[in-house]
C-alpha cells in the first residue's frame, strides 16, 4: 500500500522514546520529513541520527509543562522553516495514583501538559494545513478514555477531557481535509510501563515479573504491545489512505478494553 507520506513534514511530540520515537522512524522510513519535540537535547540528537531516510530531520527542544514557551518555539520554526502536513500530539503520562487522594495541582499540571499544550500546537499548525488541504492531526492518548484504568486516576480524568476537545476540533476542521483521530494504546513496552510494573509490583508486593504477567493475562494477545505496533497505527492515520476516518479512538491494545 503506497501510504503517499514521501516530503510531507510531520512534529512528532515526545519523539525521544517509546511510542513516539518509534513512530517517529515509521514515519522517517516512509519519507517524511520529521521534526522532533522532546526535553532532553542530547537523547533528540541521538534519536536524530537514527531516523532513517537522513535529508532534512530537524527538532526543537521544549517542554510541554510550558505551552507559551512551547507555542513560541514552534511559531518561530514555522515562520523560519516550514509547516506541517502532520502533527503528532504525545508527551509523557500523568504519575499514577487513586484519584481520591489526587492534589489540584496534579490535575492542573496534567490538564497543561496533556490539553493546553496539544491546543497551541493544532493552534500553530492548522493554517498551513488549510493552505494545503491536508491535514492529519493524531493524539496519543489512553485505552482510558473508553474504560477508566485503575490507579491512574488524574490521567483517566484528563485522558476524558483531551478526546472530547479532539473529537470536536475533528468537527470543524473535517472540512478542510483535516483529520483529527486518537490513538489509545494498551500496555506498550516502554519507559513508562516499566514504572507502571514497578508500582504495581510495590503495591500488590509481588515480584515486578508477577506484576507484568497479571497484567499480560487481563490481554486476549497475552503480551505487551511493542511500540512499533502503535506507531504503525499512527502512520496509516497520517497516510492518505486514512482519508475518511475522522473523529476516531482506536484502541491498540490486543483487545485488551472490555467495550465496543
Ligand atoms: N506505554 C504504555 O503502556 C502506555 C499506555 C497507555 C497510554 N500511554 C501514553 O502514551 C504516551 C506515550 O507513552 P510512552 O510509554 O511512549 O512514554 P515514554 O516512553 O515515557 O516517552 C515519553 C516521551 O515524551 C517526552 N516527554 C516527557 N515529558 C515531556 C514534557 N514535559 N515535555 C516534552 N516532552 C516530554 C520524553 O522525552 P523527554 O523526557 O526528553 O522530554 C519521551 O520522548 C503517554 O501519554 C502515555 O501515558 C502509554
Redesign the pocket.
Known amino acids: 500500500m503506497n501510504l503517499n507520506l514521501n516530503n510531507k513534514y510531520a512534529l512528532v511530540?515526545?519523539?525521544?522514546?517509546?511510542?513516539?520515537?518509534a513512530t517517529a522512524m515509521a514515519l522517517a522510513a516512509e519519507g517524511t520529513i520529521v521534526t522532533l519535540?522532546?526535553?532532553?537535547e542530547d537523547?533528540l540528537k541521538t534519536t536524530l541520527a537514527e531516523l532513517p531516510q537522513h535529508r532534512k530531520h530537524d527538532y526543537i527542544v521544549?517542554?510541554?509543562?510550558n505551552p507559551q514557551e512551547l507555542k513560541e518555539k514552534v511559531s518561530d520554526y514555522i515562520s523560519n522553516n516550514h509547516g506541517f502536513h502532520v502533527l503528532v500530539n504525545?508527551?509523557?503520562?500523568p504519575a499514577g495514583g487513586p484519584i481520591f487522594s489526587a492534589n489540584i495541582e496534579e490535575f492542573e499540571s496534567a490538564f497543561t501538559?496533556h490539553l493546553k499544550c496539544n491546543h497551541v500546537l493544532v493552534q500553530s499548525v492548522v493554517p498551513f494545513m488549510k493552505e494545503h488541504n491536508f491535514g492529519r492531526i493524531i493524539n496519543?492518548i489512553?485505552t482510558s478514555v473508553k474504560q477508566p484504568l485503575d490507579g491512574l486516576g488524574v490521567?483517566n480524568t484528563i485522558r476524558g477531557a483531551v478526546a472530547n476537545w479532539s473529537k470536536t476540533l475533528a468537527n470543524e476542521l473535517g472540512q478542510f481535509g483535516i483529520t483529527v483521530n486518537n490513538v489509545l494504546?494498551?500496555?506498550?513496552g516502554?519507559?513508562?510501563?516499566t514504572q507502571i510494573i514497578k508500582n504495581k509490583s510495590a503495591k500488590a508486593g509481588n515480584t515486578e515479573e508477577e506484576a507484568a504477567n497479571t497484567m499480560k493475562n487481563a490481554v486476549p494477545a497475552k503480551r505487551f504491545a511493542k511500540?512499533e505496533e502503535l506507531a504503525d497505527a499512527i502512520t496509516f492515520l497520517a497516510s492518505d489512505r486514512a482519508s475518511y476516518i475522522n473523529g476516531i479512538n482506536l484502541p491498540v491494545d490486543g483487545g485488551r478494553t472490555k467495550s465496543l
Open positions: 511530540c515526545g519523539s525521544t522514546a517509546g511510542i513516539g520515537k519535540v522532546a526535553r532532553n537523547k521544549a517542554d510541554f509543562s504525545n508527551t509523557g503520562g501538559q496519543v489512553s490521567s494504546p494498551g500496555a506498550t516502554t519507559e513508562r510501563l511500540p
